[in-house]
């Protein structure tokens, strides 16, 4: 006989109680393995779908809402030899069935002939001609389409001048067309196309490059390059594209003015932004810039001519308020030098909204119509107005008053077009018309038609195009890191899974030691025998690890089964937190080895700990008698901990509400968990140090007492089983949201508001403005709230990629006063009207941004006061710092700016996709109906804000489902725990029972006795979690997040009903044997 | 006050290796104040027939009387009740609870009475037994922190804690050395013969037997008595 077939022996003679020690670490292996399972799928999910939506795809250049010429890709591919491909992209809606089906949202690619090989194909793409489009497969399904339907689409006019500049008319902005379902894209034909960091399916509609261009009314531009290069680096692509940069691509064009002496750069967008502007007035060989603009009337006295240009005249030392005019404007006002003149014109809005300004002048002098007072380019180009045949038929962005044009007006258009007739300083024509979109409508440079070449270099060696806002991106990368990083299932799981976890290896540790108990004797006389105490130790510990190896082993297939579950459960009841239908599950070696270690370390110190502490007390036991060392330095130090950790707690929570701070939620759940340590450690103090009175009165209670001070870690170890899920099953149910509670507050996170809705074409208007809403048929009996909104990802809750730049939303701080609540606060939110911080901006360029708590800390993995980094329209960096967090809201994924910020950051930025809509419940039907009908042309998507804000919430609620789950598994092995616990306690004293069987004690009232003690034990324990759990959650509890109080006390009932019921049924299933007395005898 | 008629009891299945008849056909009588030994080898039925008298077992057959009243007529709580009123154990072990002081284990069988009045009388009547026995001033400590001797005197006190009309002991002295179970069986004679407290003991010990009244040899599962002594 060796140690070898001693344990051989034990482990076939035990085999049963061997195997629930197994299954218990087999549950533990399960839990750990499963988990990382779990996390290594999601995440293995999310970098399929980065292949699923870039194909090929490396990188991006992207110009923002500004336009390059389609060569430019060609040349990139050249000189990098690289495959590349160029797309127009838009935005747009789809209508089927006669408009029975309508699908907003959808992603409008024009693509080239050099698509196929992003997508990796030879001849899908590039079969597509004329009025054909391919639809991606989950559109196609939306839509209920196939190859043959036509589709009405609605497509959002990517205009090369920014839709909300001054003059431009916003007729036009959406584009119809019908078009030919010719085939489905499916993944592999890179039907998820997709730029953004997403797991859900982007809507596709694919047509060709040059139809797209053709429908947007311009062609040979186009607003991405798609490069399929892993190896490139982006500092090669930035230095071609500077070399291959050119005026057309940058949306500038040079030609000769009108006498031919110099040369005239205009732009594309009619007014040239800033920050070119800067680079241009840099140029060598610039003569001087020109603005231009368009008034509405100019009149002297009586007389008073319509609609002219006026421009800025560079040559003389012209004063602020003098001005200089033709031949023809001074014959039609009878003017003469040192008249004066008042000048009216529209200035623009943010939503189109026009303001009509007034000037006064005084005439420097009058002059002919030749050289620089008769250039007619010095009028930009406008469409619809300088391309007019004659006044009637101009089309611009302000209304035309027709009956104040003049025959004479109409004679001068068809003999001078556009040709100003005033003129005044630079100075003061940038004073006056300057705007978000630029301040020059052209810039003049000496030289003729032969120093076009070098004007054009000189030109663009100062034009950056990284500085106009277009970006190069490595989405490959940054799409695998936003996948790599997103929410880590691992960790997750395995912290929804902790209790789960606890409870395996406690009952692990309960089945080892309940296994040890029934040999008890057979270990005191193998030490009689001589075998040392370490030598037995061994013997037992291999033993023991041998059954874990089986159960890790068993744990391992376990792990397998349980993540299939996970994911069963993901797929289905669980969906809500993975939105996505392409979750695949991936099983790696390393996770199954890792879960598996951690497994046998987790089954290592259960057992050897377990183990070391009851030879211990054997020994001791044997040698000196001792039961129950009921004092001692761990008393102390338990009385330590309980007090400092009591305090802390309660410091934490009397500085939250002395000094009104702003931890939240977060800051009382932590006093909670310090609370919960606190009642555990004093209860473990009591246990171990405090006497229990002896005698006189000697009745039930007492001598349950006296069996609780007799175990104190049995009794410790129930009690926190029981405070710990307790504490989780109330707190997980006290955060529960209600969906719908109190959405018409406010305070709430619908801010009150009755809709909210999103465009996928941005409505350029102002919905209050009664003109408008006579327009679009809208009642006058509610209110909109409008903001612009820029490209982003959704950092919400739905998005399971690590977000770092979410999408911008401009709002204007007056219009949410009093609105939303604030979960936590910086030093730089105004504390008396937090949403005015926003209209502030900081050294550097830093503005303010308010977004979602959860937002920030989970979706972005920041805190308040850190800073996110955005390009801004001109490439440069636009650094937003996270000045607050809101509770839980309708704003969700977004980072919100003043609209005053945004469109200084953003100035080409056009009209409004987001709304927000006041009104009240009743009149509900009615205005959902009434927008819809009003705004179906611009995919409107209209939800109740108490509706959308119940979708996050129950995203929430679906991983609080999944803790309560787990947990309620958890207890459910607790509670077996408490059987083992119960048993073995019996196990333990049936010779106590047997003599009090004996001396005619009543069965019923040792069961009683026995029910008592466990009940006291739970009691606590139950006690103690539940108030800390109360502590925890007490903003939510004192909050309007609609937790119901009566559930909580229900929770808490039936905990102890429960208890109370399954103790009763253990203890009476122990007490049954008849012949428990032959403990007491000797034969 | 006690009798036994044709009592039999055996174990395991009849016809198989394991089966053993311990009490054949056992009659026998005793009566109030009689202290009672009955000897037997290892294994001879002894602490069988204590159980079937203490009613924490019964025989296949056969009927038990009790001051002329069959044992097996009676309900769980009345046997509960009657081994808490007239039966004493005491056994080899002292079994008292590790976590309990001596007074506490004394009261043990006191547990079911409610009346104040009563156990203050209990309480008394422990205090004079515990003194009797010589272990007052221990009354507070835990059996961990006593003797084997002074925990089966304490283990004695709690059988007849509630004035029991018959003391059963299974080996009473059985773990206790030479001089300690001479103290047991000197508590044991004086009970009996100044309480009038009737005693049923088995033994192996010829000492203690012979400090008993009536000596009986149990035998082939039939009780004779002991001619020798």
């Known amino acids: ?1083 | 006050m006690l009798t036994l008629n044709s009592v039999s009891k055996s174990f395991g299945t009849p016809g198989e290796i394991n089966y053993r008849l311990v009490l054949d056909n056992l009659s026998f009588h005793m009566e109030k104040g009689e202290s009672i030994a009955i000897l037997g080898p290892s294994g001879s039925g002894k602490t069988s027939l204590l159980n079937i008298i203490g009613s924490l077992d019964f025989p296949d057959a056969g009927e038990l009387l009790f001051r002329d009243k069959n044992l097996r007529t009676y309900s769980n709580s009345e046997l509960e009740n009657f081994r808490n009123k007239e039966i004493g154990f005491v056994f080899q072990q002292h079994h008292l609870l590790p976590q309990c002081t001596l007074l506490e284990n004394v009261l043990l069988p006191s547990l079911l009475v409610k009346d104040k009045d009563e156990k203050l009388a209990i309480l008394n009547r422990a205090e004079e037994l515990l003194k009797r026995m010589g272990i007052w001033e221990h009354r507070d400590k835990i059996p961990g922190k006593m003797s084997g001797g002074e925990c089966q005197r304490a283990a004695l006190v709690r059988a007849i804690i509630n004035k029991p009309s018959l003391l059963l002991a299974d080996e009473p002295s059985g773990a206790l050395d030479k001089k300690n179970a001479g103290n047991i069986a000197d508590l044991l004679n004086e009970l009996n013969e100044s309480d009038g407290l009737s005693i049923l003991l088995v033994t192996h010990s010829q000492d203690l037997a012979e400090r008993m009244g009536k000596i009986y040899q149990l035998i082939d599962g039939k009780l004779e008595p002991d001619t020798a002594s």
């Open chain 1, 1 to 1083: 006989m060796n140690p070898l077939q001693f344990i051989k022996r034990n482990l076939l003679y035990f085999r049963k109680k061997n195997l629930s020690l197994a299954l218990g670490i087999a549950i533990s292996t399960a839990v750990i393995t499963g988990s990382l399972i779990v996390g290594d799928s999601v995440r293995h999910s999310l970098e399929s779908i980065v292949g699923q939506r870039l194909g090929k795809i490396t990188h991006v250049i992207k110009f923002g809402d500004r336009f390059f010429s389609s060569s430019l890709s060609d040349s990139l591919s050249a000189d990098l030899n690289i495959p590349s491909s160029t797309a127009l992209m838009t935005s747009g809606v789809a209508v089927n069935d006669g408009g029975a089906i309508r699908i907003g949202n959808i992603q409008i690619l024009g693509v080239d002939q050099n698509f196929d090989a992003m997508a990796g194909l030879k001849y899908f793409y590039s079969s597509l001609s004329g009025d054909e489009v391919i639809l991606s497969q989950d559109l196609a399904e939306r839509l209920n389409a196939k190859p043959g339907d036509r589709l009405l689409f609605r497509i959002s006019r990517t205009s090369l001048i920014p839709l909300n500049a001054p003059f431009v008319s916003d007729k036009g902005n959406i584009v119809s067309a019908g078009l030919k379902v010719v085939g489905i894209a499916g993944t592999k034909e890179l039907g998820r196309f997709n730029l953004k960091n997403s797991q859900s399916a982007a809507l596709n509609a694919f047509v060709s490059y040059e139809e797209l261009c053709g429908l947007m009314d311009f062609e040979g531009k186009a607003n991405l390059i798609f490069l399929a290069a892993p190896e490139i680096r982006i500092p090669e692509i930035q230095a071609s594209l500077k070399k291959n940069w050119s005026l057309e691509d940058a949306g500038m064009k040079l030609k000769l003015s009108a006498d031919n002496k110099e040369i005239n750069l205009t732009s594309d967008r009619v007014f040239i932004d800033d920050i070119a502007a800067e680079a241009l007035l840099k140029t060598k060989g610039l003569e001087y810039p020109v603005l231009t603009y368009f008034v509405n009337s100019i009149s002297s006295g009586k007389y008073k001519t319509p609609y002219s240009f006026v421009s800025s005249y560079p040559f003389s030392d012209l004063k602020d308020k003098e001005i200089i005019i033709n031949r023809w404007l001074a014959d039609d006002l009878h003017a003469r030098p040192g008249d004066s003149l008042q000048m009216q014109y529209f200035v623009v809005g943010p939503l189109r909204e026009l303001k009509v300004e007034e000037k006064s002048f005084v005439i420097k002098s009058i002059t002919e119509q030749k050289g620089y007072f008769g250039d007619q380019s010095l009028m930009p180009d406008l469409p619809g107005l300088s391309d007019a045949g004659n006044c009637r038929d101009w089309e611009t962005g302000i209304p035309i008053k027709l009956d104040e044009i003049r025959d004479k007006d109409e004679e001068y258009w068809k003999k001078f077009r556009g040709t100003p007739k005033a003129f005044v300083s630079i100075e003061t024509a940038k004073n006056l018309w300057a705007n978000r979109f630029g301040s020059y409508t052209s810039f003049r440079f000496s030289g003729d038609s032969s120093d076009f070449k070098d004007v054009s270099r000189e030109i663009l060696a100062g034009l950056d195009p990284l500085k106009q806002g277009l970006t190069i991106g490595n989405n490959r990368i940054e799409a695998e890191n936003a996948a790599k990083n997103g929410v880590d299932f691992s960790q997750l799981f395995a912290g929804l899974s902790f209790f789960l976890l606890l409870g395996g290896i406690i009952l692990s540790i309960l089945l080892f030691l309940l296994n040890l108990d029934s040999r008890k004797d057979q270990i005191l006389d193998l030490s009689s025998l001589g075998i040392p105490l370490k030598k037995i130790k061994r013997m037992l510990l291999a033993e023991g690890m041998m059954v874990a190896l089986a159960g890790s082993v068993t744990g391992i297939f376990l792990a397998v089964l349980y993540n299939r579950l996970i994911f069963a459960a993901l797929n289905t009841i669980w969906s809500d937190i993975v939105r996505t239908d392409v979750m695949l599950v991936d099983i790696r070696v390393e996770s199954l080895l890792l879960g598996f270690l951690i497994s046998i370390l987790l089954a290592w110190a259960s057992i050897n700990l377990p183990l070391g502490r009851f030879l211990k007390k054997q020994f001791l036991t044997l040698k000196q008698g001792k039961t129950v060392n009921r004092s001692g330095s761990g008393a102390n130090i338990a009385l330590a901990v309980s007090v400092i950790a009591g305090l802390s707690g309660m410091g934490m929570i009397a500085g939250e509400i002395l000094n009104k701070g702003n931890g939240g939620e977060s800051l009382f759940f932590a006093a909670g968990g310090l609370i919960l340590f606190s009642g555990l450690s004093l209860f473990y103090y009591y246990l171990k140090y405090t006497q229990r009175a002896s005698g006189q009165a000697f009745n039930l209670p007492q001598l349950s007492w006296s069996y609780i001070f007799r175990n104190p870690s049995r009794s410790l170890s129930i009690v926190i089983l029981f405070a710990l899920g307790s504490f989780l099953v109330v707190s997980t149910g006290s955060n529960r949201k209600n969906l719908f509670s109190n959405s018409a507050s406010k305070s709430s996170g619908t801010g009150g508001f009755l809709f909210y809705a999103e465009s996928t074409l941005p409505f350029l208007h102002n919905l209050n403005d009664s003109s408008v809403r006579y327009e679009m048929g809208l009642s006058q009996d509610y209110q909109f709230l409008q903001f612009p909104l820029s490209a982003g990802d959704d950092a919400s809750c739905l998005n399971l990629n690590k977000i770092s730049n979410p999408a911008i939303l401009g709002v204007d701080p007056s219009e949410l006063e009093g609105c939303f609540s604030f979960e936590s606060k910086t030093s730089l939110l105004n504390e008396s009207n937090p949403w005015a911080s926003l209209d502030t901006s900081y050294k550097e360029g830093i503005i303010p941004g308010i977004a979602d708590e959860t937002v920030i800390k989970w979706g972005l993995g920041l805190k308040d006061g850190d800073t996110l980094v955005y390009k801004n329209s001109a490439g440069a960096d636009l650094k937003v710092i996270l000045i607050g967090g809101l509770s839980p809201s309708i704003f969700q994924g977004r980072v919100l700016i003043s609209k005053k910020n945004f469109l200084h950051a953003f100035p080409e930025h056009s009209g409004s996709s987001v709304f927000l809509i006041n009104g009240v419940m009743e009149d509900s039907g009615f205005i959902k109906a009434e927008t819809k009908a009003a705004m179906r042309d611009y995919g409107w998507d209209i939800s109740l804000s108490a509706a959308r804000l119940a979708e996050f919430n129950s995203v929430t609620n679906t991983y609080l489902s999944i803790f309560m789950v787990l947990g309620a598994l958890g207890l459910l092995l607790g509670t077996v725990g408490l059987g083992i616990v119960l048993f073995r306690s019996i196990l333990e004293r049936r010779k106590e029972i047997a003599i009090m069987k004996a001396v005619g004690i009543p069965g019923i009232m040792i069961r009683k006795l026995i029910v008592s003690e466990f009940m006291i034990l739970l009691r606590i324990g139950i006690g103690i979690g539940f108030v800390s759990a109360i502590i925890a959650t007490f903003p939510s509890l004192a909050g309007k997040t609609g937790v119901s109080v009566l559930l909580i006390f229900i929770m808490f009932v039936a905990l102890l009903l429960v208890g109370r019921a399954l103790t009763y049924l253990f203890a009476r299933n122990a007490l049954k044997e008849e012949s428990i007395y032959k403990e007491l005898t000797t034969e």
